[in-house]
């Protein structure tokens, strides 16, 4: 049996108490619902056995904590899940019915289980009491001694004994262990995090890590408020890509370091320079003539750029830059206008996604002959009433259902959209947000999958329709039901 057959009412099924045994070992075969069986008191201690060998943890981790686990089980598990162990409700029911069951526990849930301080008393007496624990399991034995609870009050003579200990360890100490450099970065990382005041005072971390991991050194710049001006002129001389974009980015980096980089030889650190907000408009100007389009399409989106600026990008020999420009939302009508006439196709559409074009634009845009720009019109926020009628009849399929999906859409233009032949159109259809609910049974009654995922996704779906769609649809329909906020829980 597999996962798909699920109905969302399983879910539930799995954490009811008051489930049969037969129904929980029927429900166990699903490996999604398998977590909540093993939580489940009232699953049988067969299944528990069986899950309780799962390679899951958290299926393990459940099965420690669940009251019905048989105790060769539970014993077993306890120096995996030592915390888990404690809390289980049958503990100290077999405290008071049969205290010797921590004999079962071996020397490794020992280990585990001597961590903790509210470890019950009863068991450290027993082991204390029995002397077979000194000579057969000795290591119990010492670990026993180390409790916090067995350790009493402090000697006066503390302070010697602790000074005699640190000059042994030193001398058996001579040599440092090596520390694997992932886990010295996660551990720079934290520190970073936590005491961020200290990060200028660790250059030469700064620059260990920018040479054993750079990508994780690119993201704690990014962390980081106050890298310090020296770090970052010697992570500089690493000449390490990830590195030195996440500088030309952060928000701290000096002009005199952005002056640097704006002229670097490599054209992802000049575009990172173009992306920061912070960067001065002399180094944005010097990037506006940037050989790499890449660099121009990112520096025309600067928020510094002023309209003889925008007029100098406007008569960039690459559309794509030209498209970037389109889409900027401080340009002008006089800029707009020319830039809705552009000869390329990738430019007027750029034009068409504006969200601070005039109606007319897009209405002019909409009778465009390339369909890329027609169908970005269609998609438009706030695409004009009398222009929806026109792209409604447009004869390529992308348009209608870009129109389709738009919030704005008319309800009878919904009605002429539901019939439509495509079935890309009505499925954009079915997953408008403002779909008339009249519109409901007619696209069930269309029998596509595809069609009832979009369904599926509507705010205003009432229970019994999801229930319905739950009950024919596929997976990942069902999935889209189960994740509804008003999917019913039986």
């Known amino acids: 049996m597999e996962d798909e057959l699920l109905l969302p009412s399983a879910f539930t099924e ?126 119990v034995w010492k670990l026993l001694q180390l409790h916090v609870t067995q350790t009493g009050s ?65 993201v704690a710049l990014a962390l980081c408020t106050t890298p310090g001006d020296k770090n970052v002129r010697a992570l500089l001389t690493e000449e390490n890509s990830f590195v030195l974009c996440q500088i030309a980015r952060h928000s701290r980096t000096s002009a005199k370091i952005l002056d640097r980089l704006t002229v670097h030889k490599r054209s992802e650190i000049r575009r990172a320079v173009a992306s920061n907000p912070h960067t001065g408009s002399e180094n944005i100007a010097v990037l ?62 750029a034009c068409a996604r504006n969200l601070k074009l005039p109606a007319e634009m897009l209405t002019t845009l909409a009778h465009d002959p390339a369909a890329v720009v027609r169908a970005s019109v269609a998609a438009h926020p706030r695409l004009p009433r009398e222009t929806q009628s026109v792209l409604l009849s447009d004869p390529e399929e992308a348009v209608r259902a870009s129109l389709s ?30 779909l008339p609910t009249m519109l409901f049974d007619q696209l069930w009654l269309q029998e596509e999958q595809a069609i009832w995922s979009g369904l599926a996704r509507q705010p205003h779906i009432s229970p019994e329709f999801l229930t319905r769609l739950a009950q024919r649809g596929d997976v990942h329909v069902r999935a889209i039901v189960a994740a509804h906020k008003r999917t019913p829980v039986d």
């Open 154 to 218: 402090i000697p006066g003579s503390w302070q010697t004994e602790a000074g005699s200990a640190l000059i042994g360890y030193r001398k058996k100490a001579r040599r440092s262990v090596a520390i694997d450099p992932v886990a010295e970065m996660e551990i720079f990382l934290l520190f970073s995090m936590l005491f961020p005041g200290m990060v200028p005072m660790l250059k030469e971390q700064w620059l260990n890590a920018a040479k054993t991991q750079p990508r994780l050194t690119a």
């Open 405 to 434: 999906g738009n919030a704005r859409l008319l309800e009878e233009c919904a009605i002429q959209l539901a019939q439509d032949t495509s079935l890309r159109v009505r499925t954009y259809l079915a997953a408008n947000p403002r």
């Open 288 to 349: 506006l003539s940037d050989p790499d389009p890449t660099v121009r399409r990112m520096a025309v989106a600067h928020p510094s750029l002023r309209d003889a600026d925008h007029e100098m990008m406007l008569q960039d020999e690459d559309a794509s830059v030209r498209a970037a420009l389109a889409v900027q939302s401080r340009l002008d009508h006089a800029l707009l206008t020319q830039l809705v006439g552009d000869s390329s196709a990738r430019v007027r559409a």
């Open 14 to 139: 799995a954490v009811d108490m008051d489930a049969t045994s037969e129904r929980l070992t029927e429900l166990a075969r699903y490996g999604v619902l398998q977590p909540l069986i093993a939580a489940n008191p009232a699953t049988p201690a067969v299944i528990l056995e069986q899950l309780g060998k799962s390679s899951d943890a958290t299926i393990r981790r459940a099965v420690a904590q669940n009251p019905n686990t048989p105790v060769s089980l539970l014993c077993s598990l306890a120096g995996e899940f030592p915390q888990e162990f404690l809390r289980n409700p049958l503990i100290p029911i077999l405290n008071m019915t049969s205290p010797r069951f921590i004999h079962r526990l071996s020397v490794f849930s020992w280990a585990s289980l001597l961590r903790f301080e509210n470890i019950p008393a009863l068991w450290l007496q027993q082991i204390k009491i029995d002397t077979s624990y000194q000579y057969r399991w000795p290591e």
